[in-house]
């Protein structure tokens, strides 16, 4: 089956920039929509933004910061994250699910997560 690891996650300045990696293992990711969420304390979690074949979807909070890409030959998908904020403050999770982008966070594969805080 389908294994995700997420990395990349850390600690970095209001206006900065980070790059989130998810190493997928098993199979390939080409037929899967690949998510991106996160939660923050105290809070639901939330989807950052989706990759399927003809659909890339963002959170409107995020729209024009955060890019989702793919390496197919690699296995892996990425979130570049710019100007980021406070409010970003959260564990991103990696997610996957078969062909297409649900309108919720049900997902069929998931990693453990990775944390990034936003902060001065």
């Known amino acids: 089956q389908l294994q995700l690891v997420e990395s990349g996650g850390g600690l970095v300045q ?10 997928a293992s098993g199979r390939s990711i080409n037929p899967y929509a690949i998510g991106w969420f996160r939660q923050a304390p105290g809070k639901e979690r939330e989807r ?11 959170l409107d909070s995020v729209k024009g910061r955060f890019t989702i890409s793919r390496d ?4 892996m998908v990425y979130l570049q994250m710019n100007s980021l904020k406070p409010e970003d403050t959260a564990v991103y999770y990696c997610a996957a699910r078969w062909s297409y982008c ?9 990693g453990k997560g990775t ?3 936003v902060s001065s």
């Open 48 to 58: 950052v933004s989706c990759s399927a074949p003809g659909n890339t979807i963002y």
């Open 115 to 117: 944390l990034v805080t």
């Open 72 to 75: 197919n030959v690699k296995n």
């Open 102 to 110: 649900g309108g919720g966070d049900a997902m069929d594969y998931w």
């Open 14 to 23: 209001p206006g900065g920039s980070l790059r989130l990696s998810c190493a």
